[in-house]
T-cell receptor, first 115, second 115 residues
């Protein structure tokens, strides 16, 4: 089925470990983004990309890196995990974000726990 | 700058009764407004959007929302609630005049429909 695929669904890390959350979409969407969802905080934008080779920071980028080498993939890297990064992470994509009324398609989420 | 507020953390309604989930926004120019729904352990799904035209927008699953420019509101409504409507609802806004391509999400409102 077409959509946004996130892996893994669940991950437990120890403080200081690194890992990569994978995100892939098969809809040829130009725009991709990563959000974190925390209780009472809603969705906060971490990083986003408007096309292959182009990335930019969102509201809460510290501690995370991204790259966009292809249109389909947008991995999120945690270089040195901290307990404050315990959260549920969502990847979302859309056709060019500047076009009128484009809506986001979200992945199912990745639940990360940092001990 | 753009912002959105969902003043209620939780809304409780009996099955069969009408429901309203509130959203107010702040933008410099004209807003694009969106509602998304998140069912337990799932990603967000698009419900409806307001771009221009008729202030009453109809969306998926019998939901509708009314755009009120004077009150800067975009409340989500449904005439008769179902238990299956129980979920987390997010309002989002984009301010076109500010050149922002990225939507800002509210903190979410938990809707609980009682049998």
């Amino acid at each position: 089925n077409a959509g946004v695929t996130q892996t893994p669904k669940f991950q437990v890390l120890k403080t200081g470990q690194s890992m990569t959350l994978q995100c892939a979409q098969d809809m040829n969407h130009e725009y991709m983004s990563w959000y974190r969802q925390d209780p009472g905080m809603g969705l906060r934008l971490i990083h986003y990309s408007v096309g292959a080779g182009i990335t930019d920071q969102g509201e809460v980028p510290n501690g995370y890196n991204v790259s966009r080498s292809t249109t389909e993939d947008f991995p999120l890297r945690l270089l040195s995990a901290a307990p404050s990064q315990t959260s549920v992470y969502f990847c979302a994509s859309s056709p060019p974000i500047g076009e009128v009324g484009n809506v986001l398609t979200f992945g199912a989420g990745s639940r990360l726990t940092v001990l | 700058a753009q912002s959105v507020a969902q003043p209620e953390d939780q809304v409780n309604v009996a099955e069969g009764n009408p429901l309203t989930v509130k959203c107010t926004y702040s933008v410099s120019g004209n807003p694009y407004l969106f509602w998304y729904v998140q069912y337990p352990n799932r990603g967000l799904q698009f419900l409806l959007k307001y771009i221009t035209g008729d202030n009453l927008v109809k969306g998926s699953y019998g939901f509708e929302a009314e755009f009120n420019k004077s009150q800067t509101s975009f409340h989500l409504k449904k005439p008769s609630a179902l238990v299956s409507d129980s979920a987390l609802y997010f309002c989002a806004v984009r301010d076109l005049s500010g050149g922002s391509y990225i939507p800002t999400f509210g903190r979410g409102t938990s809707l609980i429909v009682h049998p």
